[in-house]
Nanobody, 125 residues
Framework: QVQLVESGGGLVQAGGSLRLSCTASGRPGSSAPMAWFRQTPKKEREFVAA????????YYADSVKGRFTISRGNAENTVYLQMNSLKPEDTAVYYC??????????????????WGQGTQVTVSS
């Protein structure tokens, strides 16, 4: 059973920074594409950022481009999301996901096979 565990969420003032971490366990073998999505009570889950299996390619939603950076850690299937210049509209539960069994678009929710439990990010104005 694959498990993803996120950490690093919290409360920060607008303009501040947070770094989210996610580690996938329970699956031996090579690295896989991973991504971050976010969701609020009023909106559907939306794509934030994704990274290829080797870190060579990254993808971002327009709303976070230039402010967020996704990267892979040294450990297999570990991913980070550095969030700078945070805005109140970034407030959401952030979810980590991993794509193991298909090669569909990294922007689509249905492309991912396992999800973390989510970590709350709150940005105060």
């Amino acid at each position: 059973q694959v498990q993803l565990v996120e950490s690093g969420g919290g409360l920060v003032q607008a303009g501040g920074s947070l770094r989210l971490s996610c580690t996938a366990s329970g699956r031996p073998g090579s690295s896989a594409p991973m991504a971050w999505f976010r969701q609020t009570p009023k909106k559907e889950r939306e794509f934030v950022a994704a990274i290829s299996w080797n870190g060579g390619s990254t993808y971002y939603a327009d709303s976070v481009k230039g402010r967020f950076t996704i990267s892979r850690g040294n450990a297999e299937n570990t991913v980070y999301l550095q969030m700078n210049s945070l805005k109140p509209e970034d407030t959401a539960v952030y979810y980590c996901a991993i794509q193991l069994y298909n090669s569909a678009s990294v922007y689509r929710i249905n492309s991912y096979d396992y999800w973390g439990q989510g970590t709350q990010v709150t940005v105060s104005s």
